[in-house]
């Protein structure tokens, strides 16, 4: 079981988020590698809104392989190369959660491994 933590004595979260989650102690753990905005056949398209929505998709499918749903995740870090790509990572993150707000750090970078990756999304995840 995942418990969400946002103390009322500091900012509350800018947007669909929260300050802390923690598991219960017998939980299993899945720590996901990051995930691009590739499609099965390994393309990458050039839009970004697109690549958003294929970097989770592709997040939320290894949560399904292991098992896990949205609800599992405990924390989760995105990583995008353009300050403007925000609001739309954060309208996709949102849709995504479906309301369970765990964890998240979102950061903006110089690059990604490969020049025409824009996201990256990591995460862990307990059940």
């Known amino acids: 079981m995942i418990t969400l933590h946002n103390p009322t004595g500091i ?11 923690s598991a219960s102690a017998n939980a299993r753990w899945l720590y996901v590698s990051g995930q ?3 499609t099965p056949d390994g393309i990458v398209p050039g839009d970004p809104e697109k690549q958003i929505a294929l970097a989770w998709d592709n997040l939320l499918a290894v949560l399904a392989d292991a098992g896990m749903g949205v609800t599992d995740l405990v924390k989760v870090d995105g990583f995008i190369t353009q300050s403007s790509l925000v609001p739309q990572y954060r309208k996709e993150r949102e849709r995504r959660f479906a309301g369970h707000a ?3 750090t979102l950061v903006v970078v110089a690059g990604l491994a490969e020049p025409n ?4 999304i990591q995460a862990v995840a307990a059940r």
């Open 117 to 120: 990756l824009l996201v990256e």
């Open 36 to 38: 691009v905005g590739a």
């Open 102 to 104: 765990a964890a998240t």
């Open 11 to 21: 900012a509350p979260p800018f947007s669909c988020y929260s300050h802390g989650a």
